[in-house]
Each structure stands twice: as structure tokens, then as C-alpha cells.
């Protein structure tokens, strides 16, 4: 069965290709970063034509695409592949790939020769989780060119040991701990930050603290310099309970459970449209 090329439906405004630089400028001046996962080449060029400015590339793929209860089966390997799809589909969008559960934990030379695949395979920046414990691996990265994004707070690899999917940094010794490890890896060079499930306040702390390293949040407020939701769940697909910090961008804020939704196209412009404003996430609704 043959399908049309990835290509848009309306040709876009031409946005310039973004790079660390871009990004930062716009946090300078008080423009949000919206961020969202995927995992193949069409939706990549849907984000990309919808104004999206990062897409990451996420070991949430074992969940959404692959069916896993958890991220810990994902291999190099299938990042690799699902990055190389992804970046034949992106055109200016900034690309984010996950470093999967065992692949650059056991020391900086590991992690670097995983983060050569996942850039020979189209990424422009590697994500890794945990604290300050990674920042050697972090600084070996990126003394050789390696774009570093970290992820504190609720780290999905680590599950486990955390105990299940829960808010990080609630009582004053965990907040000192986030904060110590954020500070850690924003000496270390790391230029990016994932912050998942902190409370908003302590979020908003660690932005205002290290404006090199640039926060992007998920669960964590609105006050961070980006937003990151994965795809499924801003499109209303996400499998049982949705977690409070998700909206469905299919559908308008209030609108009848019989009323039209929006195409996915739609939706992704309007998650984009939504970050930038401040409109998404709502503290009310969305905060911790």
C-alpha cells in the first residue's frame, strides 16, 4: 500500500532552523519554550509545521508505542531508530533524544559512546535522569560537543526505587536535594533541564537560579522557561487514569463532550500557542 510523502497539508511560514543559542534568547526575553514528545516522522513534520520548537525523542516510546508498563525495556537501539525516524521529519524544531535505562549509567565513556548513536542517528541533544551523581558524565559530554538536557524530579528510569509515580521535592530535605543536584549539573553544563512532577514553587526556584540551564517542565508549573507534554496525552490518548498535569488539546477548554474537536494538527498548534501565552499549564489545574 503506498502512502503520500510526509509533507504539509498548507505550507508554512519557513521558520529558521533552532539551536541552543535561539533557545536561550527566547528564554531571555520571557518567550516559552513548548516541547512535545514523538516518535516518527509525520507527526515530527505536523509538530514542526504547527510551530512546536523542541521535540524530544522519549523512552515514553515503551509505553505509547510499544505497550511496556514501564520505560526500562527501551534499548539504544530503538531510540536510535526512532530518532533517525524523527529527524527525517522535523525541518527547524531543536531535536531532543533520550538516553534509555542502561545505556550511560556505568560510566562517562558509556553514556558517550550511546550519545554518538542517538546523534548519528539525527538528535542534536541527548537527555539523560538523575542528580548530581551524573554530572561527571554530563561535564564528559559536553567537553566533546554533546548538547546535555537533564531530568530531575520524578525520573521514570528510576521509578522503582522511588516508589512509584509521585510528586519530588515536597518536604524541605528532598526540595534542598533537587536543588543541590540542579546546581550540580548547571556547573557540570548542562544547558537543558527536565523538572517532572515538582511542586511549582520549587520549580520556579530553580529556574530563577540557574537562567543558563534552561527549566522545562512537566508537572512542575508555570514557571519554567519551556513546557513538555507527551503526545498521546495532549491528544486525549492517554491509557487509564490522566494525570492531573495533562490537558486534552483536542478539545476546546469547556466545550461540550459532543461538540467537534480538533484535528491533530489543531491540537498541536494550539498546545504551541497555549505554552507561549501562559495559558497552559493553569496552576489551578495543572500545578502542584
Not at 502512502?3 to 529558521?16: D, F, I, L, T, W
Not at 536535594?177 to 514553587?201: C, F, H, I, N, R
Not at 477548554?253 to 491533530?264: H, I, R, T
Request: net charge negative.
Amino acid at each position: 500500500m503506498s502512502v503520500h510523502p510526509v509533507e504539509a497539508a498548507v505550507s508554512p511560514a519557513q521558520r529558521a532552523p533552532l539551536s541552543l543559542p535561539k533557545l536561550r534568547e527566547m528564554a531571555q526575553r520571557g518567550e516559552r519554550i513548548a516541547v512535545l514528545t514523538a516518535y516518527d516522522a509525520t507527526f515530527a513534520r505536523c509538530m514542526d509545521d504547527a510551530g512546536v520548537d523542541c521535540i524530544l525523542v522519549g523512552d515514553s516510546l515503551g509505553n505509547v508505542v510499544q505497550g511496556e508498563k514501564s520505560t526500562l525495556p527501551v534499548t539504544l537501539e530503538h531510540m536510535a531508530y526512532h530518532t533517525r525516524c524523527v529527524a527525517q521529519g522535523r525541518r527547524a524544531a531543536w531535536l531532543v533524544s533520550d538516553l534509555p535505562f542502561g545505556s550511560y549509567e556505568a560510566s562517562p565513556r558509556q553514556a558517550f559512546d550511546s550519545a554518538v548513536a542517538l546523534m548519528q542517528a539525527g538528535a542534536q541533544m541527548v537527555k539523560l535522569e538523575g542528580g548530581g551523581v551524573t554530572a561527571d558524565t554530563v561535564r564528559f559530554l559536553v567537553e566533546r560537543g554533546i548538547p546535555v538536557c537533564a531530568h530531575l524530579g520524578l525520573t521514570p528510569q528510576r521509578v522503582h526505587a522511588l516508589g512509584g509515580f509521585r510528586v519530588q521535592g515536597r518536604d524541605e530535605a528532598a526540595a534542598a536535594q533537587l536543588k543541590a543536584d540542579a546546581a550540580a549539573l548547571a556547573e557540570a553544563g548542562a544547558a537543558m533541564v527536565v523538572l517532572e512532577l515538582v511542586p511549582s514553587g520549587l520549580a520556579r526556584e530553580i529556574t530563577l537560579a540557574h537562567p543558563g540551564m534552561l527549566t522545562i517542565g512537566i508537572g512542575a508549573g508555570a514557571g519554567t522557561a519551556g513546557q513538555v507534554l507527551v503526545m498521546h496525552d495532549m491528544l486525549g490518548l492517554t491509557t487509564g487514569r490522566r494525570p492531573r498535569f495533562v490537558r486534552d488539546f483536542t478539545r476546546e477548554p469547556g466545550s461540550e463532550p459532543q461538540a467537534p474537536g480538533l484535528s491533530v494538527a489543531q491540537a498541536f498548534a494550539r498546545y504551541a500557542a497555549d505554552v507561549k501565552a501562559g495559558c497552559f499549564p493553569d496552576e489551578a489545574l495543572h500545578g502542584y
